[in-house]
Nanobody, 116 residues
Framework: QVQLVESGGGLVQPGGSLRLSCSAT????????FAWYRRAPGKEREVVAS????????YWTDSVKGRFTMSRDNAKTTVYLRMNSLKPEDTAVYFC?????????WGQGTQVTVSS
C-alpha cells in the first residue's frame, strides 16, 4: 500500500525559509507524479506545485512563483518543496499527493505557520 510521509513543517518568521519533504513507500514501478497542495485556514485546498515523471515542474499558485521550488531525488521517491521568503499568507497545512496508476495517494499533512 502506498504511503506518503511529509516532514519539515513548523513555525517560521516572515521572510524565513523551510523545506518540506515527502517520502513515498509501498509501491514498485510505474510512472507517477507528485504534487504539493495546501489548505489555509478558512480556505479551499489549492495545488501549489507538481512534478511529472519527466521531472517537469509546474507552479500552479501565482503567489509562490519565484519563492518556492519543487524538486525530487534521483530515486524519484522523495519530493521536496523549498519555501523561501515566507509570508503569513503561506500559513497552511501542506499535503503531498502522489498520482500513480490512476489513483491519488495523500500524506497526512504538515503544518506551516508563518508568524512573528
Amino acid at each position: 500500500q502506498v504511503q506518503l510521509v511529509e516532514s519539515g513543517g513548523g513555525l517560521v518568521q516572515p521572510g524565513g525559509s523551510l523545506r518540506l519533504s515527502c517520502s513515498a513507500t509501498g509501491f514498485t514501478g510505474g510512472r507517477y507524479g507528485f504534487a504539493w497542495y495546501r489548505r489555509a485556514p478558512g480556505k479551499e485546498r489549492e495545488v501549489v506545485a507538481s512534478i511529472g515523471w519527466d521531472d517537469r515542474v509546474t507552479y500552479w499558485t501565482d503567489s509562490v512563483k519565484g519563492r518556492f521550488t519543487m524538486s525530487r531525488d534521483n530515486a524519484k521517491t522523495t519530493v521536496y518543496l523549498r519555501m523561501n521568503s515566507l509570508k503569513p499568507e503561506d500559513t497552511a497545512v501542506y499535503f503531498c499527493m502522489m498520482h500513480l496508476g490512476g489513483s491519488d495517494f495523500w500524506g497526512q499533512g504538515t503544518q506551516v505557520t508563518v508568524s512573528s
